[in-house]
């Protein structure tokens, strides 16, 4: 692993619809190989492409009034908080819950960390810029996961595209992490890996669940993706569901 990325436990079929793509203009896989072991750059411009960058604000509205309904009163019980947002990739849905937390009254009090394994995609979320058709998705979800506020609030428009308010990111940590190679880096209250994990095999996925265990706090919470589950995974007996439907957990075990 010449640049520490491990592709070998992701799906096969997602890898190799990846690589087609990539290969559509007749080149060998070889010669990109080759390519990307002499040059680091022509390596991160690949990368994107063998990453999943498919997201948008406020994704799945169900999940985030679920969020609102039967986790953020849980949450507000700490004096301190700490979220992670783990493969967050352009940040569409990062911004989804700095707004939600705002508008509960519960991001003053919260340290938000957003990672990705791409350090174009976290480029992006840190700027928070995207186009009109993304805000377009934003005001339709956002209304639907139970925003209280007028969606215009959040963004500013010109040029063509849109900007999310900069003091939406005052209290987030943007950082390189790669679920598949690195370790916990501090404990969590509440983490967010979302449609990620459909894209790693069977024993890959339970690696990355095992960490998100090792991760949260006491009765923390975990939520995923609508085709994710726990429930085949080695961590299935130390959480109890919230919400079946939505995927979202809390650990079992005594709070202090």
Known sequence: MKYGYDFRQYSEASLNRRLTSILG?????????????????????????????????????????SIREHVVPVLKTYPLLNVWSAGCSTGEE????????????????????????????????????????????????????????????YYTAEYGSVCFDSRLRENVVFSDHNLVVDDVFTEMNLILCRNVLIYFNRNLQNKVLELFDRSLAAKGFLGLGSRESIRFSSIYNKFEDVDKAQRIYRKLGSSQ
């Not at 990109?32 to 509205?61: A, G, M």
């Not at 911004?95 to 509960?104: A, G, N």
């Not at 350090?119 to 639907?144: C, D, M, W």
């Open 25 to 65: 203009d007749k080149r060998s896989l070889l010669g990109v190989l080759d390519e990307i072991l002499s040059d680091s750059t022509k390596f991160q411009k690949l990368l994107p492409r063998l990453t999943v960058n498919t997201t948008e604000p406020f994704r799945d509205p169900r999940f985030y009034r």
């Open 94 to 153: 990062l911004y989804s819950l700095l707004i939600l937390f705002k508008e509960e009254g519960l991001f003053d009090r919260t340290t938000f960390f957003a990672t990705d394994i791409s350090p174009e995609a976290l480029s992006k979320a840190k700027l928070g810029i995207y186009s009109h058709e993304v805000v377009q998705q934003f005001t339709r979800n956002y209304t639907e996961a139970g925003g209280t506020r007028a969606p215009s609030e």
